[in-house]
């Protein structure tokens, strides 16, 4: 299957590995570019610019197709070395980036001065026309649905992606919601040129987390998610637990006094401990409704094979047979 997305970044299928926080290690990203798709490594997970620096180099051992590097730019009384990160994946030698979270405008012109490819994850039409007038080169479009941050808007991708095809001229994939054939084949109906896929992945078995984790994904349904953060206009959908009831219960109880350390012993330090070790009820984890489609746990290539097998089938069989 060809697409604007295929060609812009020399991948077979037009199906991405978003960033996602202690997941998208060298293992996961080389999983998804073997199989034809485009993987992703998640920088800030790496922690200094040196440890993104090994484990770009780690993920080369382990694949020669095309990979990028995920750098989210969040609003931090610290905030991590980002011109080092930004200098690391220029030096570094990768050719895709995928950015989120603040504008990145600050950092495009030396990546494209380095001839890097840039897309950005968006959860609104106007932060993807941002997006395209500082120049990046492709935009994620992130429906209410999404695992993470989905946004202030509450607008789901069947609008969402429509609206998105309406207005921009550059590629954009679909984000938050996808699973599978079905979700390609529809993201192509609305306008996208791909798809990309996070809470998918973890349920594969190349992910590079715990196996509570993946059971817990094949488990959950399509109302096991939760929004937290709303008081704090910095809304997260995460996979229901003991810890995110006990955040929803501050969340309440303190009302506009909420504040982010209030809730902070149920966020900060959470994914080692989820991902590594398989405590499943340590905290806040990221999580989209789209698990209630994960019946399974395949390899990456069998996972990727088997969406664009049946897209096959959707589009030349099903869709061609009601005409």
Not at 50 to 56: F, K, N, P, Q, R
Not at 119 to 131: E, M, N
Not at 297 to 312: G, W
Request: glycine share 10%; charged share 20%.
């Amino acid at each position: 299957m060809k697409t604007r997305i295929t060609e812009l970044f020399g991948i077979q299928h037009p199906i991405i590995q978003g960033g996602m926080h202690y997941v998208g290690l060298a293992e996961m990203a080389a999983a998804v570019s073997n199989a034809g798709g485009l993987g992703i490594i998640t920088g800030l997970t790496q922690g200094t610019p040196d440890g993104l620096a090994a484990e770009i180099e780690r993920c080369r051992t382990m694949t020669a197709k095309p990979f990028g590097v995920n750098l989210t730019f969040l609003p931090s009384i610290k905030p991590p070395d980002y011109p080092g990160f930004v200098r690391t994946i220029i030096d570094s030698g990768v050719t895709i980036i995928e950015t989120a979270g603040n504008n990145p405008a600050q950092y495009l012109p030396v990546l494209k001065e380095a001839g890097i490819k840039v897309i950005h994850k968006c959860t609104s039409v106007r932060h993807a026309l941002k997006a395209q007038t500082i120049g990046c080169d492709a935009v994620s479009v992130d429906g209410f649905e999404c695992g993470g941050h989905p946004g202030e808007d509450d607008v789901p991708n069947f609008i969402l992606l429509p609206r998105a095809a309406e207005e921009l001229d550059i590629p954009f994939v679909s984000s938050g919601g996808m699973a599978d054939a079905r979700s390609l084949v529809a993201s192509l109906a609305m306008g996208a040129e791909g798809m990309n896929m996070g809470t998918r992945f973890i349920a594969t078995q190349e992910a590079p987390v715990h196996e509570n984790v993946k059971q817990a994904l094949v488990a959950a349904s399509e109302l096991d998610t939760r929004l937290i953060m709303r008081p704090l206009r910095n809304t997260e959908r995460v996979l229901n637990n003991a810890a995110v009831e006990k955040l929803l219960e501050k969340e309440k109880a303190l009302g506009p006094k909420l504040e982010f350390n209030d809730i902070a012993e149920e966020l900060v330090g959470v994914y080692p401990k989820v991902m590594q070790k398989g405590d499943l009820d340590a905290g806040g984890w990221s999580c989209g409704m789209v698990a209630g489609l994960v019946h399974d746990i395949p390899t990456v290539k069998e996972l990727i094979d088997r969406i664009m097998r049946e897209a096959d089938e959707l589009i030349h069989q099903r869709l061609a047979s009601l005409f």
